[in-house]
């Protein structure tokens, strides 16, 4: 598999990862905020703590995804390497699946010599 090949297939496993991120803000919403609000309604003070915790997870995942989106569009141009890098750190903490994605993100940046070289040119950022 050549250069191109390996960037589609890296800007693949983005937008796969953005699109879970997406389904699990919108999972956050529908078990944790909906229920809070209807609690909020019936004056349990405990749906105060469903709606912020819910709120507040289901922005960081919506982050997340918006990030693996920016990232994706930008692979295939050879650009953002550090984002991707820092993507992939973080996704050590997933195993299986996490940690794959995260040493083929970082073997694609930094140590295969095709894509290295191609990021060396079009990144200016690094």
């Given at each position: 598999?050549?250069?191109?090949?390996?960037?589609?297939?890296?800007?693949?496993?983005h937008?796969?990862?953005?699109?879970?991120?997406?389904?699990?803000a919108?999972?956050?919403?529908?078990?944790?905020?909906?229920?809070?609000?209807?609690?909020?309604?019936?004056?349990?003070?405990?749906?105060?703590?469903?709606?912020v915790?819910?709120?507040?997870?289901?922005?960081?995942?919506?982050?997340?995804?918006?990030?693996?989106?920016?990232?994706a569009?930008?692979?295939?141009?050879?650009?953002?390497?550090?984002?991707?890098?820092?993507?992939?750190i973080?996704?050590?903490?997933?195993?299986?699946?996490g940690?794959?994605f995260?040493?083929?993100?970082?073997y694609?940046?930094?140590?295969?010599?095709?894509?290295?070289?191609?990021?060396?040119?079009?990144?200016?950022?690094?």
């Open positions: 598999m050549g250069r191109e090949g390996h960037l589609r297939l890296l800007r693949l496993f937008y796969i990862l953005a699109t879970v991120f997406y389904l699990i919108f999972l956050f919403v529908m078990i944790w905020v909906i229920p809070g609000l209807i609690a909020i309604v019936h004056g349990q003070p405990i749906g105060w703590m469903f709606l915790g819910g709120l507040f997870s289901g922005g960081l995942a919506t982050l997340l995804a918006d990030l693996h989106r920016r990232s569009t930008a692979a295939i141009e050879g650009r953002r390497r550090i984002l991707q890098t820092t993507l992939a973080l996704h050590f903490c997933n195993v299986p699946i940690t794959a995260a040493v083929y993100t970082l694609l940046c930094w140590f295969h010599q095709p894509t290295k070289v191609f990021f060396d040119v079009h990144d200016s950022r690094l």
